[in-house]
């Protein structure tokens, strides 16, 4: 069985074991056991849904740190398009924001919002194929193309076969300064500031790609304490922005689409609200769209788990930096010819997740466990309350199969158990008092009995 690094981790010192993280998982890959949360590994997409919810901060990403970057010669930092969004505009520029990347101890900033740039060139050349299936569905956002593994894998074929702008700005990055200053490319460390936990296990354990151009991930949250302080001091900025407005606006919901200059497009962001639309384009009733924007985080990457800024804040925020941007299109900025350069294609497919977990490996056992799940889940309410310790009543019937837990973990079914043993020993007090009566109504008869006897 594959083993894949996790960004998103359980401190289970503060964990409370409530169910709120259980019923909030989108792949059911949680379970409250001996009054702690568990997070399954095979099921877990790394989407931070869990990380909002949990209100002891018992859910918590494991990202790289500031210090982290000291272990490499040179350090290039890789903004996301939502980093900008956490300053406000009319105070700072994305120029004296990369300044201060610089700063804190990167030699030199690229910026994500061009690789998004290129991206954006590709698809457009990508939606001119009509041969390609339809929708095509973006490959950009880690969390979506982990759950289409996990929960469609008929989709995988839609996939964009881009690698992500992350991916192609490292790429581009690295050989730029290794070409500048001469230098090996194992010196560089690259390090992307993110607003999600999805792109630090996709840096890890890659989608598309054998070994990800990316050496780290810091979180947005401590990027931001760091640059924040010293902005005011850089006034004037001396690292002007290459990347085009409609490169920037992949940081917010919709960008992405409305970057392919394309109306046949649909733009949905929300984990929930994804899975209902992929659940729409497996059942054929999206065949006629062109292209799908999906976003695992309410409002895009400004609405990630490891932002600083409000959500609604950050995106008129980034809305107010595009509209300040000289307009320019990907179609005049990109050469055609780079694309080769950037390595955009992935190099290999994107398979479905085979590391679902199986009730055996041996199929006939499997089918009589597959049948008993069946017949416990018969005796199961189907209220699925998430009191057991399962999300739903259907896995608390697989998790008592495996062994988990058993039948009377389930509230409602001990609950009918204890009241049918409360009836039981009322009927059985009843029994008592009656053979009681019996037995002393016997023991007066005998001893009246007697007593005429000896007159």
């Not at 899975?275 to 609405?303: H, M, P, Q, Y």
Request: overall charge negative; some cysteine.
């Amino acid at each position: 069985m594959e083993t894949r690094f996790h960004s998103v981790r359980l401190d289970k010192e503060r964990c409370r074991g409530c169910s709120n993280c259980l019923m909030h998982c989108p792949t059911e890959a949680i379970r409250v056991r001996g009054g702690r949360a568990h997070i399954i590994d095979e099921l877990c997409i790394d989407c931070g849904a869990c990380i909002r919810v949990c209100s002891y901060h018992a859910k918590v990403a494991m990202t790289d740190h500031l210090e982290d970057i000291q272990a490499f010669p040179y350090r290039i930092a890789l903004p996301a398009p939502s980093f900008y969004a956490q300053f406000s505009h009319q105070a700072h520029s994305i120029g004296q924001i990369m300044d201060a990347l610089k700063q804190i101890g990167f030699h030199e900033v690229f910026e994500v919002a061009r690789g998004a740039d290129i991206v954006t060139r590709a698809i457009r050349e990508l939606l001119k194929d009509h041969t390609l299936p339809r929708p095509l569905i973006s490959s950009a956002c880690p969390t979506v193309t982990r759950i289409i593994q996990v929960r469609f894998p008929g989709l995988i074929e839609h996939l964009v076969p881009l690698r992500q702008p992350m991916e192609v700005a490292a790429g581009i990055a690295r050989r730029a300064f290794c070409e500048k200053y001469h230098v090996q490319p194992e010196e560089i460390g690259i390090f992307f500031i993110t607003p999600c936990a999805a792109k630090m296990t996709a840096i890890r354990s890659p989608l598309g790609q054998r070994k990800s151009h990316v050496d780290g991930a810091i979180s947005i949250t401590e990027a931001y304490g760091a640059v924040m302080p010293l902005l005011n001091d850089l006034r004037h900025s001396k690292t002007p922005s290459t990347a085009t407005p409609l490169g920037v606006g992949w940081g917010s919901a919709g960008g992405e689409a409305a970057a392919t200059r394309h109306e046949n497009t649909l733009a949905v962001d929300g984990i929930e609200n994804v899975i209902r639309v992929l659940e729409e384009v497996e059942l054929g009733k999206l065949s006629d769209l062109d292209f799908l924007e999906t976003a695992a985080c309410v409002g895009g990457c400004v609405g990630g788990p490891l932002v600083y800024d409000n959500n609604f804040v950050a995106r008129n925020t980034l809305k107010s930096i595009t509209r300040a941007m000289p307009q320019q299109d990907p179609q005049e900025t990109v050469d055609l010819g780079c694309f080769n350069q950037s390595s955009l294609l992935m190099e290999q497919p994107i398979m479905p997740n085979d590391t679902q977990l199986k009730l055996s490996e041996d199929m006939e056992e499997a089918l009589d466990k597959m049948k008993l799940m069946d017949e416990i889940l018969e005796r199961l309410p189907g209220y699925d309350c998430g009191s057991c310790g399962s999300p739903s009543c259907r896995t608390f019937a697989e998790d008592i199969v495996r062994g988990y837990c058993v039948e009377m973990d389930c509230i409602f079914l001990l609950k009918d158990r204890l009241k049918l043993m409360a009836q039981q020993m009322v009927d059985l007090s009843q029994t008592q008092r009656e053979l009681m009566g019996k037995e002393a109504a016997n023991a007066k008869t005998a001893r009246e009995t007697g007593a005429e006897n000896a007159e």
